[in-house]
C-alpha cells in the first residue's frame, strides 16, 4: 500500500512540477490544428521568463524568439513533424525568452503525439530544458582544449626554434675551435679566438633570454629598489653595447637633462636597454642609434631612436610576441622583446613602438622615480603567452 501510494506521490503535478523546475524544463504541447502552445506555468522558472511569454503562443510568433541564424533549422524540422515525415526530433538553440535577457541556450525534445488520416501530426508535446550553464562549461572545455592545443604547438615551435639558435653559434665555437687548433700563425688563431668568444656571448645570450622569461612568467622576478642615477647606469650600457654595432653605425647617450635619480634596478634596467640596443644594432647597417633620456613628473623616460631598417605595422603589432623575429635570417631567439616587456610591466612603466620601413624605428619605455610605484609589486603575474612551465 505504501508503493503505491509512493508512486501517486511521485506522479503528483506538484511533485513533478518541483522536480522538472529544478531542472530548467518547460513541457508544453502544441496543438497544430489551433496553432497554440500550451504549458503548465508552474514549471517555468520566474528566474528566466514570464510564463504568459510562452502560454497560449502561436508557432510563428514563439519562433520570432529563436536566434535568427537558427530559425530555419527550426522550420525544417517543423515541416517535418507536422507532415509525418518524422515522428521525434531532438534539437538545441538559442532563445530569446525574455526581453531582459541575452539568448539562452536550450535543448528541445518532442514527440508527434496525435495525427490524422493523412498521416499528418495533430498535436506535438515535448519539454525545453534552459542549458545555458552546460553550454557555458561545454565553451570553457573547447577554450582549455585550444589553449592546451596551442600550448603544445609552442612547445613545438619553440624545441624547433631552440635547436637551431643552439645548433648555430655550436657549430661556429666547434668548427672555429678546430681550426685553430691547426692553426701556425697567431694572427690566424686570433681571427678564431674572436669568432668563438662571439658565438659564445650569442649562446649566453640566448639562454639569459630563456632564463628571464621563464622567471616572469612563473612569478619568480624581483625587483631591487635602490636609488640610482639613471644618466650614469644608461651611459654605462650604451658604451658596453657598441662593440654591437655596424661598422658604418654611430651610436651615442643624449643627457638631455642632469640629474635623474630614482629607485630601480640597476640590472633589470641595463637588460631591458641592452635587449633594445641589441634590436637595434641588428637592423641598423648605416647611419646611427641615439639614446635620450627625460623627466616627467612621475617617471624617467627613456627613448632609442636608429636608422634601422624600420618595421611595418603588423610588424609592430606582433614586436612583444614570444619569437616573432621581423626578419628571420637575422640571428636570435626572438624572446628579447618578450622579456623587455615583461620587465618594464613589472615595474609598472610603459613601452610604445613607432617605426616606419626604410626609415628608423623609435622605442620608448618609462621608469617611475619614487619608490611607492613599487609597492607591494615586487612580483607581480606575467601574462604574455603560455608559461615556458608547460614546455
Same mark, same amino acid.
Given at each position: 500500500?505504501?508503493?503505491?501510494?509512493?508512486?501517486?506521490?511521485?506522479?503528483?503535478?506538484?511533485?513533478?512540477?518541483?522536480?522538472?523546475?529544478?531542472?530548467?524544463?518547460?513541457?508544453?504541447?502544441?496543438?497544430?490544428?489551433?496553432?497554440?502552445?500550451?504549458?503548465?506555468?508552474?514549471?517555468?522558472?520566474?528566474?528566466?521568463?514570464?510564463?504568459?511569454?510562452?502560454?497560449?503562443?502561436?508557432?510563428?510568433?514563439?519562433?520570432?524568439?529563436?536566434?535568427?541564424?537558427?530559425?530555419?533549422?527550426?522550420?525544417?524540422?517543423?515541416?517535418?513533424?507536422?507532415?509525418?515525415?518524422?515522428?521525434?526530433?531532438?534539437?538545441?538553440?538559442?532563445?530569446?525568452?525574455?526581453?531582459? #535577457?541575452?539568448?539562452?541556450?536550450?535543448?528541445?525534445?518532442?514527440?508527434?503525439?496525435?495525427?490524422?488520416?493523412?498521416?499528418?501530426?495533430?498535436?506535438?508535446?515535448?519539454?525545453?530544458?534552459?542549458?545555458?550553464?552546460?553550454?557555458?562549461?561545454?565553451?570553457?572545455?573547447?577554450?582549455?582544449?585550444?589553449?592546451?592545443?596551442?600550448?603544445?604547438?609552442?612547445?613545438?615551435?619553440?624545441?624547433?626554434?631552440?635547436? #637551431?639558435?643552439?645548433?648555430?653559434?655550436?657549430?661556429?665555437?666547434?668548427?672555429?675551435?678546430?681550426?685553430?687548433?691547426?692553426?701556425?700563425?697567431?694572427?690566424?688563431?686570433?681571427?678564431?679566438?674572436?669568432?668563438?668568444?662571439?658565438?659564445?656571448?650569442?649562446?649566453?645570450?640566448?639562454?639569459?633570454?630563456?632564463?628571464?622569461?621563464?622567471?616572469?612568467?612563473?612569478?619568480?622576478?624581483?625587483? #631591487?629598489?635602490?636609488?640610482?642615477?639613471?644618466?650614469?647606469?644608461?651611459?654605462?650600457?650604451?658604451?658596453?653595447?657598441?662593440?654591437?654595432?655596424?661598422?658604418?653605425?654611430?651610436?651615442?647617450?643624449?643627457?638631455?637633462?642632469?640629474?635623474?635619480?630614482?629607485?630601480?634596478?640597476?640590472?633589470?634596467?641595463?637588460?631591458?636597454?641592452?635587449?633594445?640596443?641589441?634590436?637595434?644594432?641588428?637592423?641598423?647597417?648605416?647611419?646611427?642609434?641615439?639614446?635620450?633620456?627625460?623627466?616627467?613628473?612621475?617617471?624617467?623616460?627613456?627613448?632609442?631612436?636608429?636608422?634601422?631598417?624600420?618595421?611595418?605595422?603588423?610588424?609592430?603589432?606582433?614586436?612583444?610576441?614570444?619569437?616573432?623575429?621581423?626578419?628571420?635570417?637575422?640571428?636570435?631567439?626572438?624572446?628579447?622583446?618578450?622579456?623587455?616587456?615583461?620587465?618594464?610591466?613589472?615595474?609598472?612603466?610603459?613601452?610604445?613602438?613607432?617605426?616606419?620601413?626604410?626609415?628608423?624605428?623609435?622605442?620608448?619605455?618609462?621608469?617611475?622615480?619614487?619608490?611607492?610605484?613599487?609597492?607591494?609589486?615586487?612580483?607581480?603575474?606575467?601574462?604574455?603567452?603560455?608559461?615556458?612551465?608547460?614546455?
Amino acid at each position: 500500500m505504501n508503493e503505491i501510494q509512493e508512486l501517486k506521490d511521485f506522479l503528483d503535478e506538484s511533485y513533478m512540477s518541483e522536480v522538472l523546475h529544478s531542472l530548467n524544463t518547460i513541457p508544453w504541447k502544441l496543438d497544430m490544428q489551433k496553432n497554440v502552445l500550451t504549458t503548465n506555468l508552474s514549471f517555468i522558472d520566474p528566474k528566466y521568463t514570464n510564463g504568459t511569454l510562452l502560454h497560449k503562443q502561436s508557432f510563428e510568433e514563439l519562433t520570432q524568439s529563436i536566434v535568427p541564424s537558427f530559425r530555419e533549422e527550426v522550420l525544417e524540422i517543423y515541416r517535418k513533424i507536422r507532415n509525418g515525415m518524422a515522428n521525434r526530433a531532438s534539437f538545441q538553440m538559442p532563445v530569446h525568452i525574455n526581453e531582459y #535577457h541575452e539568448a539562452l541556450w536550450t535543448e528541445t525534445n518532442l514527440i508527434a503525439k496525435k495525427h490524422n488520416r493523412k498521416g499528418e501530426a495533430t498535436i506535438v508535446v515535448g519539454a525545453t530544458t534552459i542549458i545555458q550553464e552546460r553550454k557555458a562549461a561545454e565553451t570553457a572545455m573547447i577554450e582549455a582544449r585550444r589553449k592546451a592545443e596551442q600550448a603544445n604547438l609552442i612547445k613545438t615551435n619553440f624545441l624547433a626554434n631552440m635547436t #637551431h639558435e643552439f645548433r648555430t653559434p655550436l657549430n661556429s665555437i666547434l668548427g672555429f675551435s678546430t681550426i685553430m687548433a691547426h692553426s701556425e700563425t697567431i694572427e690566424e688563431r686570433m681571427q678564431c679566438l674572436g669568432a668563438v668568444q662571439t658565438s659564445g656571448k650569442l649562446l649566453l645570450q640566448i639562454i639569459d633570454d630563456v632564463i628571464e622569461l621563464s622567471k616572469l612568467e612563473s612569478n619568480e622576478v624581483e625587483l #631591487h629598489r635602490n636609488l640610482l642615477d639613471i644618466n650614469e647606469l644608461l651611459k654605462k650600457v650604451v658604451e658596453e653595447a657598441k662593440p654591437m654595432r655596424k661598422p658604418d653605425v654611430e651610436m651615442a647617450y643624449h643627457n638631455t637633462e642632469a640629474n635623474i635619480i630614482l629607485h630601480g634596478d640597476e640590472q633589470k634596467i641595463s637588460l631591458v636597454l641592452k635587449q633594445i640596443l641589441d634590436n637595434s644594432c641588428k637592423y641598423t647597417e648605416h647611419g646611427h642609434i641615439d639614446v635620450y633620456c627625460h623627466k616627467s613628473s612621475e617617471h624617467a623616460v627613456i627613448t632609442v631612436k636608429d636608422t634601422g631598417a624600420g618595421m611595418s605595422q603588423d610588424s609592430v603589432r606582433h614586436i612583444f610576441d614570444r619569437f616573432y623575429k621581423g626578419d628571420s635570417f637575422v640571428p636570435g631567439t626572438g624572446l628579447g622583446m618578450s622579456v623587455v616587456k615583461g620587465l618594464v610591466t613589472l615595474w609598472n612603466g610603459t613601452i610604445k613602438v613607432d617605426s616606419e620601413q626604410h626609415v628608423g624605428t623609435s622605442i620608448t619605455f618609462t621608469i617611475p622615480l619614487h619608490a611607492s610605484f613599487y609597492q607591494n609589486r615586487t612580483q607581480r603575474e606575467f601574462t604574455h603567452g603560455t608559461p615556458l612551465s608547460v614546455l
